[in-house]
């Protein structure tokens, strides 16, 4: 028999691709985390020049604008556009992660700093492994719910060390502000979910400016007070908000989308715990900001639930995998 007989070529070509789909879902997330870690710090910075909702409607409408040069030459060449039922799940993670996520995360940076708020997100990638393993089936082992647990009580560590009021900072405040964070992290949690199906349907460019336009759109109701916002900010604060649309936004949630289209919901989700860490080093280099040492020690106990999640169970007896 040849070396390289046609009913193996399938399988050699496979998996001569899958190293270089590999890299790119590895450079793609590696993106995201990066500039979404930096998102952190910039909504914080022009948090005192813009409101939750104005920021919201214009992080979206840049984005929106900037990847319509990409997507709007792509629908007008395949001609399409989704169907029916096809935009229910877009408008679902249109509406509450494009729209609400942010507003709530918006208004939680009012009160919390980039770190806390970051640590207290963290808490999205337990709630998507957990949805993943119920609705798109990818197993629901042992360990998740054990690392689950544990990072549960590193959130209610960092909600202790908010409610410890600061200067300048009520107890009261600093609890809403981590309640706030939490409704964004369940909003962008069940959106993940929902967005699965839609990147194996459409490219992640579509997905992502579709999601982005719907959020805009109910973002609308903010434009006067945008306007407003937009013409008393000074310049550095006009950047920073142009900065959040274009890197953040249209960017980063292009990569997730493209990676999500890869890599199974709750894996691809687990990478992004080091968004904290990463928020917190540009944090402290940019802004000079530190969460409360509970708050450190509640993300290093989140961090730690996130390992054991990542632990494979034992299986007992049984066929074995086959191995090739």
């Not at 104005?54 to 169907?83: E, K, N």
């Not at 349907?201 to 992502?208: H, I, L």
């Not at 310049?235 to 908000?241: D, S, V």
């Not at 890197?247 to 990569?255: D, E, L, R």
Request: with cysteine; net charge positive.
């Amino acid at each position: 028999m040849p070396p390289t007989s046609p009913a193996h070529e399938p399988l050699a070509s496979a998996t001569a691709a899958g190293k270089p789909v590999k890299a790119l879902g590895v450079a793609a997330m590696v993106v995201t985390v990066v500039l979404w870690a930096s998102a952190f710090v910039g909504i914080r910075a022009i948090g005192p020049h813009f409101s939750p909702g104005p920021l919201t409607l214009g992080r979206l409408a840049i984005a929106a604008v900037v990847l319509a040069f990409l997507v709007v030459p792509q629908l007008l060449r395949s001609r399409m556009l989704p169907r029916g039922r096809e935009w229910l799940p877009i408008l679902a993670y249109g509406v509450m992660w494009f729209g609400g996520y942010n507003v709530a995360l918006n208004a939680a940076e009012h009160i919390l700093d980039a770190g806390t708020s970051a640590l207290l997100i963290n808490v999205n990638p337990i709630l998507v492994a957990i949805m993943a393993g119920i609705f798109l089936k990818e197993g629901f082992p042992r360990w998740l719910l054990i690392g689950s647990t544990v990072a549960f009580a590193g959130v209610a560590l960092i909600a202790l060390g908010s409610g410890q009021p600061r200067t300048g900072e009520s107890s009261t405040a600093e609890l809403a502000g981590v309640a706030l964070c939490l409704l964004a992290a369940v909003l962008a949690a069940v959106s993940v979910i929902i967005q699965k199906p839609v990147v194996r349907k459409f490219p992640a460019a579509q997905a992502t400016w579709f999601g982005i336009v719907v959020g805009a759109v109910c973002s609308l109701p903010f434009a006067g007070q945008l306007v407003s916002e937009v013409q008393a900010a000074p310049p550095q604060a006009t950047l920073g908000l142009v900065y959040l649309g274009v890197f953040p936004t249209a960017i980063a949630f292009t990569t997730w989308a493209y990676a999500l289209s890869l890599v199974d919901a709750g894996k691809l989700a687990a990478t992004t715990y080091l968004v904290p860490g990463t928020t917190v080093f540009i944090s402290w280099l940019l802004l000079g900001e530190i969460p409360s040492a509970l708050g450190l020690v509640g993300g290093l106990v989140c961090l730690v639930g996130v390992g054991l999640t990542r632990r494979r169970s034992r299986v007992h007896g049984g066929p074995r995998p086959l191995r090739r």
